[in-house]
């Protein structure tokens, strides 16, 4: 340990360990060519964390300056660290962990550049009560306008109850495994931040509106969103299966939502000509 508190070469374990668990497609880039070794390569987690490639390896290397609470904090995101993982980087690294914030709706800049550069991949923001902050041109395509709509009505927990009892959406078993699937981690939210009004007034809303919702709330299911597998059906151009990647941001209770398809699979060569259409 230095005079400092930074601790060098645990830091640079830390880093490198983290970085070689994260694959690709978790945070929204290609596969690509085969890799030589598992995990991230070093520019790509300085590109996600929006510092310089020298930079980030001198850190891995044990050689960096003293980082300061913005770059911790921005690694922490670039590689998806739980709130304990984070809370240890800032130790490591001679730092006291910051506060963990409640939700908010600010969109982080650097993460609003990270969905615009995934040209191939629908992706969106969403706060900790699902109102859609931020996407990328796939993703407006993908929602049909979203642009259009009212920012006081982009709630995707909302839209989904929406649906009229008899809408044949509700007898398919992927459907009701994703809804329930929300629904379980909009309690997890509630949970983590009882006092946010935001929250609140959703759930009161939606328990005297939405009869389907006041029964999935009263099973009281808490899950985090997870990975899933969706399968859809577009109306333009038919049916789609992607992986619903979702990457938890822990300081503001904010989900990156990436729709990964399978490389080489017909609904990447979908997304590429969706790509095509909506940047020319």
């Known amino acids: 340990m230095t005079t400092t508190g930074l601790r060098r070469d645990e830091l640079a374990a830390f880093l490198r360990t983290r970085r070689a668990r994260l694959r690709p497609a978790e945070v929204g880039l290609p596969d690509g060519v085969r890799r030589r070794t598992p995990g991230l390569r070093r520019q790509e987690v300085a590109q996600l964390a929006g510092m310089s490639v020298d930079y980030y390896i001198r850190l891995e290397q044990g050689r960096g300056p003293h980082p300061s609470g913005q770059v911790l904090a921005a690694l922490a995101r670039a590689l998806l660290l739980t709130r304990d993982e984070r809370a240890y980087l800032f130790r490591i690294a001679g730092q006291s962990p910051p506060p963990t914030a409640g939700p908010s709706r600010e ?124 399968r859809v059906t577009h109306p333009e151009t038919g049916p789609l299966e992607f992986e619903c990647r979702v990457l938890h941001v822990p300081e503001t209770g904010q989900r990156l939502i990436v729709y990964v398809p399978e490389p080489g699979s017909p609904t990447q060569a979908v997304f590429r000509r969706l790509a095509e259409r909506v940047g020319s």
């Not at 992927?174 to 929250?199: E, I, K, M, N, Q």
């Not at 609140?200 to 997870?226: C, I, M, N, S, Y």
Request: charged share 25%.
């Open 107 to 230: 969109v982080d800049p650097g993460l609003r550049h990270l969905i615009d550069a995934m040209t191939e991949t629908p992706a969106y923001v969403v706060d900790a009560r699902y109102d859609v902050l931020a996407w990328n041109r796939l993703a407006e395509y993908f929602f049909g306008g979203l642009s259009t709509v009212p920012g006081a009505d982009r709630n995707m927990v909302r839209w989904m109850f929406r649906r009229p009892a008899d809408d044949p959406h509700w007898s398919d078993p992927d459907t009701l495994c994703f809804v329930r699937s929300t629904v379980a981690d909009l309690r997890a939210a509630y949970g983590r931040h009882p006092a946010d009004r935001g929250l609140a007034e959703l759930v009161t809303e939606l328990l005297g509106t939405a009869p389907r919702f006041a029964q999935f709330w009263a099973e009281h299911d808490v899950e985090e969103r997870r990975p899933v597998v969706k």
